[in-house]
Structure formats: C-alpha cells, structure tokens
C-alpha cells in the first residue's frame, strides 16, 4: 500500500522570501502524485499533478514541484510567497491501477510574516 | 464547466441522532465519487468511494455509511451520531483511473 509522509507539520516564512515543501512517498510502481492547498474552512483546491514525462511541473499559483524518482520525493516550491499563500498544503499520492484511491500526507501548515 | 456542491454548510447534532450529508457533481457523467473526513489538525481519511450508481466501497469501518442514489449524487449518512463523528466531512469526483479529485466545499460537522 502506498503511504506518503509530510516532515514539516507548521513552517513560517518571510513575505517574499522562497518556501519549500517536502512530501516523501512510498509506492512500488511510479505513482501519481498531487499538491492541494486549503484554505481555512473550505475544501481542497488542486496546485498541480504528477503523471509522467517532465519530473519538474508548473502549477497555479506560481507553484513548482520535482518529481525525483531516486529519492521518492515530491517537493512543492514557490520562488516568492504572498500572504495570500498562507493555507494547510497537502501531498497526495494515488495508485495507477486504481479508481482514484488517494493517500494523503497529514499536511503542512504554512504561516506568511510580513 | 464541472460543479460539486455539498450541503448543509454546517451543522450542529446531539449524541444518537441521525445524520445526512449530500453531495452532487454537476457537469460531468459517470464520475467517481468520494467521501473524507478531516478531524482537527489532521490529514484527510477516505471514507468510502463509488464508481458506479450503487457501487459503494468502505475503506474504514464505523458508524457511517454511503449510497448513490443517481448517477451524480453522494450521500453520507448515520443512523445514530458518535461525538466521534465531529469533524470536516468533503466530498469529491474523479473520472477515469488514476485521475486528479476535485473537492467540493465540506460539511462541518459538530456532534454535542
């Protein structure tokens, strides 16, 4: 089964400055991977997804993440965070053979100072 | 463009009473649907899941069950509430295998 683990419970970072999030996985094929952000109180909103081809893929919101097979990694990055950037952010991992099955990290609480 | 609505908003239940929370997906045929509960500082629990009208599939055990009763609508019910049962209930659809969820807005849900 596949499980996915998010190191960072709660980060805090300067308006402006660079902000990375970790997400390790653990699958035996190639999975599909996903970054949601959350905002208090509502649902989850999709940043972007992994399937195949280019490991580094581009999101909304000006979000970037690398896929990196050798270290079952899946790094969310921002090269310049806004306050509106402050959310819950959760890494998800989902069978390839299956119907939508998702296994989601406990999530990564980011906190934007000015 | 594909909608998914789930009311009520919030909601507020004593202890033994029983619960209904919908969920619809507008915009889309035959998707697959999803039920997840969020407890407090938590990640996300998958519930149940469907692909099909009447296809309902369990991932936990508890007090809670699923039906689908049309093709683009989810239901999440109890006959009897737990305090236990507190928490942000989401809902979600998929198509196809594999394939990125989409959330609807989520049911709080307080049990007293």
């Known amino acids: 089964a596949q499980s996915v683990t998010q190191p960072d419970i709660h980060i805090t970072v300067s308006e402006g400055a660079s902000l990375e999030l970790r997400c390790n996985y653990s699958?035996?094929?190639?999975?599909?991977l996903f970054w949601y952000v959350q905002s208090p109180g509502q649902g989850l909103q999709l940043l972007l997804k992994?399937?195949?081809?280019?490991?580094l893929v581009q999101g909304i919101k000006g979000f970037e993440a690398e896929f990196k097979r050798s270290q079952s990694s899946f790094n969310l990055r921002k090269p310049s965070v806004h306050w509106s950037d402050a959310a819950e952010y959760f890494c998800?991992?989902?069978?390839?053979?299956?119907?939508?099955?998702?296994?989601f990290g406990a999530g990564t609480q980011v906190v934007v100072t000015p | 463009s594909q909608t998914i609505h789930q009311w009520p908003a919030t909601l507020v239940q004593p202890v033994g009473s029983p619960l209904s929370l919908e969920c619809t997906v507008e915009?889309?045929?035959?998707?697959?649907l999803y039920w997840y509960r969020q407890a407090a500082g938590r990640g996300l629990q998958l519930l149940f899941y469907?692909?099909?009208?009447?296809?309902i599939s369990s991932e936990v055990p508890q007090n809670l069950s699923a039906s689908r009763p049309q093709d683009r609508q989810f239901i999440l019910s109890s006959k009897k509430l737990l305090l236990s049962d507190s928490g942000f209930y989401l809902c979600?659809?998929?198509?196809?295998?594999?394939?990125?969820?989409?959330f609807g807005p989520g049911t709080r849900l307080t049990v007293t």
């Open positions: 998800a991992v989902g069978e390839t053979d299956s119907w939508g099955k998702f296994q």
């Open positions: 979600a659809w998929s198509v196809g295998r594999g394939h990125e969820q989409y």
């Open positions: 915009g889309t045929s035959n998707p697959n």
């Open positions: 469907s692909v099909g009208i009447g296809q």
């Open positions: 699958y035996g094929a190639t999975p599909y």
């Open positions: 992994y399937f195949s081809g280019d490991t």
